[in-house]
């Protein structure tokens, strides 16, 4: 699959919403109260969300989006840390490299902004993410806590140096 990443922006926060929305739909785990919290956001708040954390969409050759992803600086990390938040491939379109192309976009932009290091949480079990990301070239790093939502689940902190 051909794929093209870019970066969208505030004015595409509508696109984002949708996007969104169909990651939240499909996602067997999410609990509800995210997926109705998420519904009643209005314009404002995601034209922040997207002025704030850089997100890039992957399409596909008929121009459909099939991806998504954005960084942050979480709380506590080194300023030079950019952290993977929110990365999303399409179910039919997975396994064909739109996740690494999202990842090298986020890599690349996150260089461009002098960060060394590019972060991202991955739940313990969860073994395409992991396989993504060990072959995005992503070390484990040890850092391990239980996740907020569902304390039975942990997840580790993994890097990528840039």
């Known amino acids: 699959m051909t794929a093209e990443v870019r970066q969208v ?21 999410a609990p509800a ?7 009643r956001f209005v314009e404002q708040h995601w034209r922040m969300r997207v002025r704030s954390s850089p997100t890039w ?17 979480e709380p506590g990390s080194p300023a030079d ?19 690494w192309a999202l990842v090298d976009a986020a890599a690349a932009a996150a260089r461009a902004e002098g960060a060394r290091t590019l972060s991202v949480w991955v739940v313990d079990g969860d073994l ?25 689940r942990v997840e580790e902190r993994w890097l990528r140096r840039l």
Do not use: K, M, N
């Open 128 to 152: 395409p993410a992991g396989d993504l990301y060990v072959r995005a070239g992503f070390e484990r790093t040890g850092e391990r806590h239980a996740l907020a939502r569902d304390p039975e």
């Open 33 to 39: 109260s995210v997926v109705a919290r998420e519904r």
């Open 57 to 73: 969409l992957a399409y596909d050759e008929q121009a459909t989006v099939q991806g998504i992803v954005s960084t942050i600086c």
């Open 9 to 29: 922006f505030e004015a595409d926060w509508e696109l984002v919403r949708d996007v969104r929305l169909r990651v939240l739909d499909e996602a067997a785990d």
């Open 81 to 99: 840390d950019r952290h993977v938040v929110g990365l999303w491939v399409a179910p039919d379109a997975r396994r064909r490299g739109l996740g």
